[in-house]
Each structure stands twice: as C-alpha cells, then as structure tokens.
C-alpha cells in the first residue's frame, strides 16, 4: 500500500471542534483557548515503519498573530520525538514531514511555503514502533485560535509540494512589504510618505553624532589603558572591559544584521504577495536565488525595493549606508555587529565584527554539524577557515570573530558523541572514542558499566543498536570534552596564526553550555560569547564562566518584541508594546553594563524581519525599524539614554536602569 490516512480519534486539553464546512477538502475545524490543546491520532502497529515513511497534514490557522504547533510521535516504549513548527496565518500550509528527521540528525528542516521554522527535538525513535501521534498547540498569543486541519497521510514516497496555497483573505503582503492582515497606526500608507521619510533621514545623516565622552571608536575617554592599536581586553582589579585601539575603555553595544535587505523567501506563496520585483526591471537587484542546502528558494529583499524607490537603482545603497551609519551613531551603539555588511563599517573606521564561514568542505560532519575532528581533513578544513582573517588583519575597526554560531549540535538531547554512535556507523573520532574508553576500562569492566553486551570494536566501527545507561552518558559526556577541545582547539590556534591582532569571539552558544563543552573551552577565546534571550543577562552564569576561563562574556544576540507593529510574531522576548520594548531595552543594557565580567551585548536584528518570514520562516517584531526604514522612537530613544550612561553604570557611578516592564510568555523560538 502508498499510502494510509489517520483520522484524529479523540481531542484533549481544552480543544474543541466546530463543524463549520473548512476551505479545504477534507478539513476539519478546531477551536484552541489554551497551549496543550490538540489531537490524538492513533498509528496501527507497523505503519510508519521499514522503511521508515512520510507523514504530510494540510493546515489553516486563522487571524494575524503566530501559532506554534507540536507534532509528536509517540513510541510504545516511551521514546517520543518532536517537530515544532508555525503557519502563516490565512494561508494554507502543508506539513511534509521528512522521515530523515527521526534520527535526530538534523535540527532544523527548510521552510516550504507558509510552513514556518520546522524543528526537531525530543529523542531518537523507531517509526515502525510508534503508536500515537498528539498535534498540539504549543504556544499562541492571548485569544482563541480556529484551525482546520486534514488527516495526516502516511506515504512510502515524499508528498507533493503546495505549490498554490488557498488564501482565505487574498494576499497577505503589501507592495512595501508591509502585513495586510494587521492593522497599526505607524504603518506606512503610500509611497510619498515613504520617500519623505527617507530623503529626511538622507539629509541628517552628516549631523548625528555620538555622546560626547565617547572616544573616535566609541570607547569612553573617561579612562585611558594601555594603547595596542588594536581591540583587546584588560581587567583592571575592579571588571572586565575590552580596550580600544587608542586605549579607552569601550563595552560593546552592537546591532546585530545591519544590512541593507529584508528578505522574504516567497516560493510557494507567490500568490500570497501584492507585487514581487521582475527581473531585468530596476528592482532587480532585490529578487535572488538563496541555496539553503538542496533547497533553492526565492527571496525578495523589500527593504531595498523601497530604498530604491526613493533613492534609484543607482545610489540606493551608498545612501543607505550613509543613512544606517548616522542613525547608529544617533543611538549611540558603537558595534556593527553580527551578520551585517561590515564593509561600511570598515570603510567608516565604525568598529564591527565579523563571523566566520564553518564551511568544511573535507570535513565530514558526524552529529548535525559537528566534524570528525580527528580525521585529517578537519586540520586541512581548519587552515583554509582561518585563511578568511587575513584580508582582515591590519584593520584597527575589527573588534574580533566569531568562529561560529549556536552549532546545532547544542540543541540536541543526545550529546555530540552519543548522537555519532547513533548516526555514524564509521569514523575517526569513533576510533578515537574506542582508545578513550580502553585507557578507563576492560572489556568486562565497560561491558559492566555500560550494561550491555558491547566489545571497543562495536565502539569504534558499526550500526549502534544499544541504549545508553547512566554511566555510559557520563563517560560519552567526559569524551564530548574532548572532542569540543579537539574541535576549538585546532580552529583558535589556526585562526591566532593567520591574525595574531584581533580577538577569538567564541562560538556564540544559544545559552550558557552544559558542563563537559566548558570543560573543553580552557584557553580558547579571547572573549565567551553567548547568545542569552532572558529578562537580564544572569550575572551568577557570567561569574561562573569568567571564574573558569578567566575571560570576560558578551552576549551576541538578545532582543524583546511585541505584537503591536504589524508583525505576526513577537521575538522570543515578549512585551506589550513598543513602550515596553524601550523599557526591556534600558533593563537589558544597564544591568548587563553592571556586571563585572560582561563586555557587551548585540541586538539582534537592525530592522523586523519580513511578516511572510525569512529564510526559516522567522518573522518577528525584532527591529529597531520598519521595512519602510521607521523608526521605533521609543526604543530608539531608550537606547540613546542608556547609551548615554553606560559608562558610568560599568563604572559604578550610576545605578543601572530599573523601571522593569511587564514580560508576557514566550511565544516564539
């Protein structure tokens, strides 16, 4: 048989169905009031499984603000993998769920249409042992949600695409690339307004200016260090700080994705859009092909079509860096930070940083993204990564690199050496893992702690079928050490040899890491990043990390958004409104600035991402401006005041902000 249909058998939480006839053939309608609602579908024994199949549903959420759905699929035994996922709301969707994802060797799948952010969690399953499968809502903003959903089929080949999905309003983006679904009073009306806005910003670019007692690089002329010509850090009996070129003190308050392009991916929601730019046109600069693995798609920068409709084909993008310049200045940040065009930043002597491209292209990647670090070929990947340095190598602007960031490997449940027995039937950092455990062990001891009937040459080399007990977790963590050693090691002395001036950043991890990766960090970095989307940056885990690397902390990505701005989703941090958002901007800073060991912290993003969604699907109120290049003036003004006296929070001459706004639950991740 192709294929079977599972019908949902029984509703929980506190769904409930609604018999309105649904726009789709098939559907049924549902009506959720609270996260954990959802559907049971029960599996007959076998079906999903050898070989292991798809399993597709069609979707169709209603209103204009984001709901994140769960896909469970539950073993007998009680192994239970997991797929989050959101829609475009008044959009068709259709879920394809790649049986590839069970091995939980990828993280996160591509987009599809209006099928958002599809990631996997939870453990490593058998298909043909699962029994149930649980759609839940697991996450919404405050209201009722009405959905209608089909039953899922179960295919031993890959569904077709929805290449035309049904829109229960018409299109949901505007010519400037502005939600019709929301309705605000800041949205941009027409394209005068538009234009007039940005020919004002154009014209005040040569008049903004940094506070005063900052240096020519943003650092604080309040103290002066030790001048090295080049960013470094220093403590100096009291905090960390970085030091500029000249020698000031400076604390790194950076945007992250300064860049002159909002980009929507549009394949497969084409109808979705009011207007899309042709090719050959002189929009064309603004549509491109973005390959996301094996995945082309389309993406459509609205951002710069408006650029371009005030400033022409020819000068939109020197007036725009003209104009981002000025309005960072005008903010007071001093760091281009992350995923920007660091070029301006370089050309303006602006300091910036840069991240580096984890391309290995040798290299064969044994968990997620994480390489066979003992294999050859990763030492040759290393040298030709740290050759990216050296056109950056007497440049006084650059603060330093990121070698990478938020590796995938992070986010799984299974640590990196338990997910490579699982995943990598052969490789040299298995043989590698073999040799760790024979200097602990016997065979009869290892068989002992680990419980199970297993030889070293199973380690090393093989199809793992076995469970991991305790013990076993525990020395496969005490290798995860070494292998991030391994992997952080060979990268940070190939990079400190091709640019000895300029400082090792770190990893950016999603969060604090777990103990065995800090374990393995000893004298890498220059500076611990992390990427940390709390209320307040926690000074105890900042203590902690500088109290065993002995370097300081900068956190390389944060941010609070709201609902309120035309944009389906909040950003992972969640405040009530664009007031609020200044007010969790100047709590974030100061209170950060406060801490002896951090640095920095970097905003992300510049501007809101596009209410279709980026490349994964993301599309949050995240910016400090609009598609249409308005400013949030509450926000901008925080920033500004706290700017304005970071220093002294850093120095203890002023007391951090406290005025804490109200934070709502997270929406979104």
Request: proline share 7%.
């Amino acid at each position: 048989m192709d294929y079977i249909t599972l019908n949902p058998c029984e509703v929980f939480g506190n769904l409930k169905t609604d018999t309105t006839p649904a726009p789709i053939d098939g559907a049924s309608w549902y009506k959720a009031t609270e996260p954990g609602d959802g559907l049971i579908y029960r599996v007959p024994t076998g079906a999903l499984g050898d070989p292991a199949h798809w399993l597709t549903l069609d979707v169709i959420a209603e209103g204009h603000n984001l709901v994140v759905f769960n896909l469970m699929l539950m073993e007998a035994g009680g192994r239970e993998f997991g797929l989050t996922f959101s829609v475009l709301t008044e959009c068709q969707t259709r879920l394809r769920l790649d049986p590839a994802a069970f091995s939980q060797n990828r993280w996160r799948f591509p987009r599809e249409g209006s099928f958002l952010k599809p990631v996997c969690f939870g453990d490593v399953i058998d298909p043909a042992l699962v029994t149930e499968i649980r759609l839940t809502i697991a996450r919404k903003a405050e209201g009722a949600i009405r959905f209608c959903v089909t039953p899922i089929t179960v295919s031993e080949t890959a569904p077709e695409r929805l290449a035309q999905p049904f829109l229960t309003k018409g299109p949901i983006l505007d010519k400037l690339g502005q939600s019709t679904l929301h309705h605000w009073p800041e949205k941009t009306r027409t394209e005068d307004e538009l234009i007039e806005r940005l020919e004002k910003q154009s014209a005040g670019a040569s008049s903004s200016s940094w506070p005063s007692d900052f240096s020519r690089w943003g650092g604080w002329k309040g103290l002066k260090f030790v001048s090295t010509g080049f960013f470094r850090t220093h403590h100096d009996d009291a905090r960390w700080w970085l030091v500029d070129p000249d020698g000031h003190p400076f604390w790194s308050a950076g945007m992250d994705c300064v860049r002159a392009d909002i980009e929507s991916s549009v394949r497969g929601i084409e109808t979705a859009l009011e207007w899309q730019p042709e090719p050959g046109s002189d929009y064309a600069a603004c549509i491109h092909t973005s390959e996301l693995g094996d995945d082309p798609t389309t993406m459509v920068n609205y951002l710069g079509a408006n650029l371009i409709r005030a400033f022409g084909p020819a000068d939109w993008y020197g007036k725009w860096s003209e104009i981002v310049l000025a309005e960072l200045r005008r903010l007071g940040f001093n760091t281009v930070a992350n995923w920007s065009q660091w070029q301006i930043a370089r050309d303006a002597e602006f300091p910036y940083v840069v991240p580096l491209d984890t391309c290995m292209p040798r290299s064969k990647m044994i968990f997620r993204d994480f390489p066979d670090v003992f294999a050859p070929e990763f030492g040759e990947d290393a040298l030709e990564f740290a050759s990216q340095l050296e056109k950056f190598a007497g440049d006084k602007a650059l603060i330093g690199y990121f070698l990478m960031n938020e590796p995938t490997w992070g986010f799984a449940e299974q640590s990196p050496a338990e997910g490579m027995l699982l995943n990598t039937p052969s490789c040299a950092t298995r043989s590698a893992l073999a040799d760790f455990l024979r200097e602990r062990y016997s065979k009869d001891q290892l068989k002992a702690a680990w419980g199970i009937d297993v030889t070293f040459a199973e380690v090393a080399e093989g199809v793992w079928k076995h469970p991991f007990n305790e013990r076993a977790k525990s020395d496969l963590n005490g290798f995860c050490t070494v292998m991030v050693e391994r992997l952080f090691g060979t990268l940070s002395r190939a990079c400190k040899e091709v640019d000895p001036h300029h400082m090792n950043l770190g990893m950016r991890y999603y969060t604090v890491p777990p103990d065995w990766a800090i374990a393995g960090l000893q004298g890498m970095f220059d500076v611990f990043s992390i990427n940390c989307y709390k209320q307040c940056v926690p000074e105890d885990q900042v203590a902690a990390i500088v109290e065993l690397l002995g370097i300081p902390v900068m956190v390389g990505e944060w941010h609070f958004g709201a609902l309120d701005a035309g944009l389906p989703g909040s950003g992972i941090g969640h405040v009530r409104d664009q007031e609020a958002r200044g007010q969790a901007y100047r709590c974030y800073v100061e209170n950060a600035a406060a801490i002896p060991g951090c640095v920095g912290v970097h905003w992300f993003t510049m501007y809101d991402e596009s209410p279709v969604g980026r490349f994964d699907g993301e599309n949050w109120n995240t910016g400090f401006y609009d598609v249409c290049n308005r400013p949030y003036d509450p926000l901008c003004n925080a920033a500004r005041a706290s700017h304005e006296r970071v220093y002294r929070v850093a120095t203890g001459g002023a007391q951090p902000f406290s005025d804490w706004p109200k934070y709502l639950p997270l929406l979104f991740s």
